[in-house]
């Protein structure tokens, strides 16, 4: 499968998990996000998408993405941000305000075209848009948190393993057939387990409390589904192991300091690191640096091309 066709698979799974698990979150589940906040989320997602993609256009002097593939190329190119949109909706609870999820789909989006780095040849966004989207929105509204029990809050019984074993089944499916990121997965599940050994003997923290967030919904969409994104993570196995082990050391260095953002704020500084040093590497005169920073970090193909350094 070509790489590309792979990602435009994965993009299209993603979108239809995300979007049956919303609905069976607002008929089954017992969702605390209203309706109305979720077409408020994905009305924001689809604006704010088409407005900076016309811009873009205008200014590279190139007709936009959505024109020209009628209906199924608009879908296509709504998917990246329906899936920002959604997961922002679903992981914030801000009671009856909306304005507050508004401006994490907004930041969540945007992020793509302000945060930028050039790899291969070609400019990337770094940052994970619905994570970036959420940590955003929870620095900036204090009274804004990450809402971990309304995905099984209705759940009894059987359905109270069924629901997890599904996202466990239907996401190691989808990063193995199409993102191709099972080494990311089990290299964050084992640092995962590695600091809170680690924190029980150095600090004395109960283990069985710390390795409990693995059984939780929250902990299995955020590792099958947000770190695993193609156009944010690292492609190689060893970049990929290396981000994997890095979200699991911030984050246990993070819960060593009891800050509260716990695996979004791990995320995000790791993405955030990444994203620096690639443009450390795109700024290099040093063609070694480049080559060695970018194939460990980046998981590059190829080192990127850099031109000659003229003679004194």
């Given at each position: 499968?070509?790489?590309?066709?792979?990602?435009?698979g994965?993009?299209?799974?993603?979108?239809?998990?995300?979007?049956?698990?919303?609905?069976?979150?607002?008929?089954?589940?017992g969702?605390?996000?209203?309706?109305?906040?979720?077409?408020?989320?994905?009305?924001?997602?689809?604006?704010?998408?088409?407005?900076?993609e016309?811009?873009?256009?205008?200014?590279?002097?190139?007709?936009?993405?959505?024109?020209?593939?009628?209906f199924?190329?608009?879908?296509?190119?709504?998917?990246?941000?329906?899936?920002?949109?959604?997961?922002?909706s679903?992981?914030?609870?801000?009671?009856?305000?909306?304005?507050?999820?508004?401006?994490?789909?907004?930041?969540?989006?945007?992020?793509?075209?302000?945060?930028?780095?050039?790899?291969?040849?070609?400019?990337?966004?770094?940052?994970?848009?619905?994570?970036?989207?959420?940590?955003?929105?929870?620095?900036?509204?204090?009274?804004?948190l990450?809402?971990?029990?309304?995905?099984?809050?209705?759940?009894?019984?059987?359905?109270?393993?069924?629901l997890?074993?599904?996202?466990l089944?239907?996401?190691?499916?989808?990063?193995?057939?199409?993102?191709?990121?099972?080494?990311?997965?089990?290299?964050?599940?084992?640092?995962?387990?590695?600091?809170?050994?680690?924190?029980?003997?150095?600090?004395?923290?109960?283990?069985?409390?710390?390795?409990?967030?693995m059984?939780g919904?929250?902990?299995?969409?955020?590792?099958?589904?947000?770190?695993?994104?193609?156009?944010?993570?690292?492609?190689?196995?060893?970049?990929?192991?290396?981000?994997?082990?890095?979200?699991?050391?911030?984050?246990?260095?993070?819960?060593?300091?009891?800050?509260?953002l716990?695996?979004?704020?791990?995320?995000?500084?790791?993405?955030?690191?990444?994203?620096?040093?690639?443009?450390?590497?795109?700024?290099?005169?040093?063609?070694k640096m480049?080559?060695?920073?970018?194939?460990v970090?980046?998981?590059?193909?190829?080192?990127?091309s850099?031109?000659?350094?003229?003679?004194?």
């Amino acid at each position: 499968m070509a790489p590309e066709e792979a990602r435009l698979g994965a993009l299209k799974r993603f979108a239809v998990a995300i979007t049956v698990l919303n609905l069976l979150g607002h008929t089954v589940l017992g969702f605390e996000v209203s309706v109305v906040q979720l077409l408020a989320c994905a009305a924001t997602g689809y604006v704010v998408e088409t407005i900076l993609e016309a811009i873009g256009a205008w200014s590279e002097n190139r007709p936009p993405r959505f024109v020209g593939g009628g209906f199924r190329g608009l879908v296509i190119f709504l998917l990246p941000a329906h899936i920002t949109a959604l997961a922002t909706s679903m992981m914030l609870f801000s009671g009856d305000a909306v304005l507050p999820l508004i401006f994490g789909v907004t930041i969540g989006v945007a992020s793509k075209s302000i945060f930028t780095v050039k790899v291969a040849g070609k400019r990337r966004h770094f940052l994970n848009p619905s994570n970036t989207g959420i940590i955003a929105t929870i620095l900036v509204f204090p009274s804004v948190l990450s809402i971990p029990y309304h995905f099984s809050e209705d759940l009894y019984g059987y359905w109270d393993w069924a629901l997890p074993a599904l996202i466990l089944c239907t996401g190691t499916f989808l990063n193995a057939r199409f993102t191709k990121k099972i080494p990311l997965i089990l290299a964050w599940l084992g640092s995962f387990v590695l600091q809170a050994v680690i924190r029980h003997y150095l600090l004395g923290t109960w283990l069985p409390g710390s390795l409990a967030t693995m059984t939780g919904i929250v902990f299995l969409l955020f590792t099958f589904y947000m770190i695993t994104d193609p156009q944010t993570s690292p492609s190689s196995v060893r970049g990929q192991i290396m981000f994997g082990f890095a979200i699991g050391a911030v984050y246990g260095v993070l819960m060593a300091f009891h800050v509260v953002l716990t695996i979004f704020g791990a995320l995000f500084l790791v993405c955030l690191s990444r994203g620096v040093i690639l443009y450390v590497c795109e700024l290099a005169p040093v063609r070694k640096m480049q080559e060695r920073l970018g194939a460990v970090w980046f998981g590059r193909a190829a080192p990127v091309s850099v031109p000659a350094i003229p003679a004194d």
